[in-house]
């Protein structure tokens, strides 16, 4: 088990330096400097700005000072916030989107799982097939569709919510039901398929057969072996979330990390870009990590090293 | 005589698939003491394990019971509810399947499943029923019962998941043991080992055992009655002697023909038996077996045959056998 | 007796002598209803279209391509064609211009959808907006399926060290977000392609489009993973299965075995992921478009479409709607689709 974890923690550990390194060279990439789009600069302004930021050493050099500062925190200053540090940036931005991604995924599993069992053991009467159709569109709409019609359909059309910030109770509920629409419509399809194929195995059989009820069955021998899949799920669910809080954040005006995240690419912020990309990178494979190391620790199959 | 445990008469099971109607079982009849061993024989899709279901009310959708009757320790098995069943299962009547590995759920420890039925179906303590499914493990000759009561399937062995699904079975000392094909997915050395077990628990516990299989061998060294099922007919019945020493359906013969004996002679043959099972979607009007039949007559093709009762315990349903009665009968 | 048919009065017939004669071959066959044996293809291909819902999506399939790539040529408007006085109009209304022409008599033909701030007309740029994205998901497939199904091949049926580290590596890639890298590369990369396809000798990029170009690179560059990965297990399944060690005991090559078991065998689920892909795509696409980094302006993608709309929803709701309906549908039409192939042909895939 230790030698897993190790193993697992190191590979999660390279994923991030591959990701730093990718960023690294392809933000370096593009062309002209950060500071060409700003013309009201001079040429000789321009020059010492970049001498400021060190832009005009070799590539490789630029590439170790920043890895090796990255190491220690340093992430370096944002080009367009002037006088504030990346890392100060995504520490006070950080918490906001935690928070409302964490909502969501809660929102997510309280939703899909009972929705997914419910239509598992309805297979094929009505109720199953509601929730099929409802599940197959909540996976089409891209949440920026989702957020829009949310946005016009309670915040413009009805008035009813909020439309910016999240400064009340109520204005969490549209960003968290635009964010959660995807992670929701798609676990309730992984916990459905995966109750029915735990429902067809042959221990289902026997807890039948040795005179269990059908409830019984289905609470304590299927789904605990049926949310195997959806805890697997829980990486990728993470990742898709940063995916919609990108778009969420930015209608809803709600300042975390997502919007940050988009704002520098607007502004072409290289250092913020690579700032936010390494770090919420590094966050999803941690996450990934402790996904695959829990899974082993709840499946009793997979042998433990 | 002691009475009946189970009485089964003219059971039909039909599975309504999109394709159609697939008659699984047409007009089943045999009947069980109490203490009694039988042995049902086929091939894949004859119907034996439907038969077995269908008296613990385990037949699979979309399978319906569309006529007969099914009496079991006093229950009208056809008439029950599922909260009946649910009583009934694992307490009066047990079963125990095919595949061991499969068959124990991944999750929860040996000692968990089995103290789960020993509650379900007793006012048992917590503690009691542990103890009780410690005795069990002894009983079925697992050694370090309390270690074992630990651990989770994928530990075990087959040989050892087996015996468990058997602890398992027996927690409530039912009157009826249903082994579907217990034995064809271990090891042949294990094979011999989990009969012996049944056979000795058997003798320990005095239950009726109905044995599924399409081994031969397994229920000639087990059971005192054999069924021979073919496309959902019984097709023969009788003790065991009867059908090995006087098989009297042509697909008996076949069957026993096709196995390997040590004395065969080289000159004799293994015989196999050519030909398609039937489609239970279209079954034939006559013998279900006629098309594959080495001696089939016209009248087979058209006419199910009759019953030829040739003992006081043995039956088959074959117009050879009518034809001979017949023609005995002009000659006396 | 010559019926065949068991009807109850004959079963109350005597037998004659004649009936315990035995039955001719050819009697006992005309019994035995074989049921006709199909092969995979027939077999699959009646599946998906008993499959109504599949057969529902198809149809729709087909509508958006009518509409994407066959319409805009009989359309009296082109996509960047910018009509004064006709900004902003609503569905079959005409502009100041276009009322004057019908005044004198000319027939003028009405924009169905209205026409946007800049007075091109809707429909039009909805049809085009379609093709791009519909382009950029079959393209972006046909890449991911290549790249992905040679590299798990590859892997697979080398084994040993080399499937280890080409694993390892997508290993690596899978647990990055592709959302962040994608980003990465259409910031990166989009500018340099832009600038290539300047450049004497890659004019024809420009034909092409130079920003969908970037576009297929980004996704063929990163959605090939999955891909692999399926390719890799069957290729390794199928290495196992006993007719390809018959194929290589009776002296096949490694190539002949390729294209011969192998890719015929896994070409059922290759077409499914692939199918399966392009929604994934246009999904990612009208995703960029909205961060302003999908396919730009003139050309409209129904991302950028739906993104242009945001700003005027309150006054001009239906320019955001039908983007926003079209995206949802097509993506939807192509899950139903791949689901419905999938179960036709290749119900193992199922979870």
């Known amino acids: ?305 | 005589m002691s009475e009946k445990l189970l009485e089964i008469k003219d059971e039909h099971l039909s599975f309504f698939t999109p394709a159609g109607e697939v008659k699984a079982l047409n007009g089943v009849s045999f009947s069980l003491d109490e203490g009694e061993v039988l042995g049902i024989v086929g091939e894949s899709g004859s119907g034996k394990s439907v038969t077995a279901y269908s008296i613990m009310g385990l037949t699979a959708y979309p399978g319906r019971l569309i006529g007969g009757t099914i009496r079991f320790n006093g229950h009208q098995v056809e008439r029950m509810s599922e909260k009946e069943f649910r009583k009934m299962r694992g307490n009066e009547v047990s079963i125990i399947f095919q595949d061991p590995m499969t068959s124990l759920n991944p999750v929860y420890t040996i000692g968990n499943q089995i103290e789960e039925v020993i509650r379900l179906h007793t006012d048992k303590s917590k503690g009691e029923a542990r103890a009780r499914a410690k005795e069990l493990l002894e009983l079925v000759g697992i050694n370090e019962p309390d270690k074992r009561l630990k651990q989770y399937p994928h530990e075990l062995s087959g040989g050892m998941r087996q015996r468990v699904m058997i602890a398992i079975a027996l927690a409530c000392e039912p009157k009826l043991l249903i082994a579907d094909e217990p034995t064809t997915a271990l090891d042949v050395t294990i094979q011999a080992q989990i009969l012996e077990l049944m056979q000795e628990l058997r003798q320990k516990m005095g239950m009726s055992i109905i044995m599924i299989t399409h081994d031969l061998g397994v229920v000639a060294s087990m059971c005192e009655r054999i069924a021979v099922m073919y496309a959902g007919h019984i097709v023969e019945y009788g003790s065991t002697d009867e059908i090995f020493y006087h098989p009297s359906h042509e697909y008996t013969k076949g069957l026993i023909g096709s196995i390997p004996k040590l004395t065969t002679e080289e000159s004799e043959r293994l015989v196999p038996i050519e030909g398609q099972p039937v489609d239970l979607l279209n079954p034939p009007a006559g013998c279900p077996f006629a098309p594959r039949c080495r001696s089939c007559m016209k009248v087979c093709l058209r006419r199910m045959p009759p019953k030829t009762q040739l003992s006081d315990t043995h039956y088959s349903y074959c117009w050879l056998r009518q034809k001979e009665a017949a023609e005995g009968g002009e000659r006396a | ?351």
Not at chain 1, 18 to 31: G, R
Not at chain 1, 61 to 86: A, K, P
Not at chain 1, 198 to 205: E, F, K, L, P, S
Request: proline residues 5%; positive net charge; hydrophobic residues 50%.
């Open chain 3, 1 to 351: 007796m010559e019926h065949t048919q068991n009807t109850p009065e004959l079963e109350k017939l005597p037998l004659g002598p004649d009936d315990f004669s035995p039955a001719t071959a050819s009697e006992k066959e005309s019994l035995v209803i074989m049921r006709e044996s199909v092969n995979f293809w027939a077999d699959g291909l009646r599946r998906l279209r008993k499959n109504k819902i599949a057969m529902v999506s198809l149809f729709f399939i087909l509508l958006i391509v009518i509409f994407a790539y066959i319409l805009p040529s009989f359309w009296p408007y082109t996509y960047d064609q910018q009509i004064k006085y006709s900004e902003n109009l609503s569905a079959f209304e005409y502009g100041k211009t276009e009322l004057q022409r019908i005044e004198a008599g000319e027939s003028v033909f009405p924009h169905i959808c209205g026409t946007d701030k800049l007075g091109r007309d809707f429909a039009v740029r909805l049809m085009m907006a379609t093709r791009v994205s519909l382009t950029v998901g079959i393209i972006c497939s046909i890449c991911v399926l290549v790249i992905g199904a040679t590299y798990g091949a590859v892997a697979g049926f080398t084994g040993g060290l080399v499937d280890d580290i080409m694993m390892r590596f997508t290993d690596i890639l899978y647990t990055i977000p592709d959302i962040l890298l994608i980003i990465l590369l259409s910031i990166t990369l989009k500018p340099r392609i832009i600038s290539l396809a300047e450049t004497p000798g890659f004019e024809w990029m420009q034909k092409v489009g130079a920003n969908l170009i970037a576009m297929f690179i980004v996704f063929a560059l990163l959605y090939w993973v999955g891909m692999a990965r399926i390719t890799r297990s069957q290729v390794l399944v199928l290495k196992e299965s006993e007719y390809v060690t018959a194929a290589r005991a009776l002296g096949a090559g490694s190539g002949r075995i390729i294209r011969k078991h192998l890719l015929t065998n896994c070409i059922g689920t290759l077409i499914v992921t692939t199918t399966l892909q392009i929604p994934a795509a246009i999904f990612t696409e009208s995703y960029l478009s909205f961060l302003g980094l999908g396919v730009s302006a003139p050309m409209p993608s129904l991302g950028s479409l739906a993104t242009d709309a945001v700003k005027g929803m309150n006054t001009y709701p239906h320019l955001l709607l039908l983007p926003a309906i079209l995206i949802s549908v097509t993506i939807l039409v192509f899950n139903l689709f791949g689901d419905g192939l999938r179960d036709a042909f290749d119900p193992k895939l199922k979870n």
């Open chain 1, 1 to 305: 088990m230790g030698k897993y974890i190790v193993k697992r923690i190191a590979m999660g550990i390279l994923s991030v330096f591959i990701v730093a390194t990718l960023t690294f060279f392809l933000m370096n990439l593009v062309p002209g400097g950060p500071f060409v789009a700003e013309k009201s600069i001079s040429k000789a302004a321009q020059e010492a700005l970049e001498a400021k930021f060190g832009l005009d050493k070799p590539l490789l050099q630029r590439y170790t000072t920043y890895m090796t500062d990255f190491l220690q925190g340093d992430m370096g200053f944002s080009l367009r916030q002037r006088g504030r540090t990346v890392s100060d940036i995504i520490f006070s931005k950080f918490p906001v989107s935690a928070r409302l991604a964490g909502i969501a995924v809660v929102v997510a599993l309280c939703v899909g799982i009972p929705l997914g069992c419910v239509s598992a053991y309805n297979r094929g009467k009505l109720p199953d097939n509601f929730i099929i159709v409802l599940g197959t569109c909540g996976i089409a709409i891209p949440s920026f569709i989702s957020s829009v019609l949310l946005l016009y359909t309670f915040g413009s059309w009805l008035q009813l919510l909020p439309t910016m910030g999240l400064n009340d109770a109520a204005s969490y509920i549209m960003p968290v039901t635009a964010l959660a629409i995807y992670p929701t419509a798609y676990i309730t399809r992984l916990m459905r398929s995966s109750l029915l194929d735990v429902m067809g195995q042959d221990y289902i059989r026997t807890a039948k057969a040795m005179g269990l009820s059908s409830f019984m069955t289905l609470f304590k021998h299927a789904l605990r072996n049926a949310l195997l899949p959806v805890i697997a799920y829980v990486g990728p669910m993470l990742a898709s979330l940063m995916t919609g809080s990108f778009v969420v954040e930015k209608i809803f005006t709600i300042p975390g990390l997502g919007r940050e995240f988009v704002s520098s690419i607007t502004n072409r912020d290289y250092t913020m870009i690579m700032g936010t990309t390494i770090i919420l990178a590094a966050l999803v494979i941690a996450a990934n990590v402790l996904v695959d190391i829990l899974y082993k620790v709840i499946d009793p199959r997979i042998k433990l090293k």
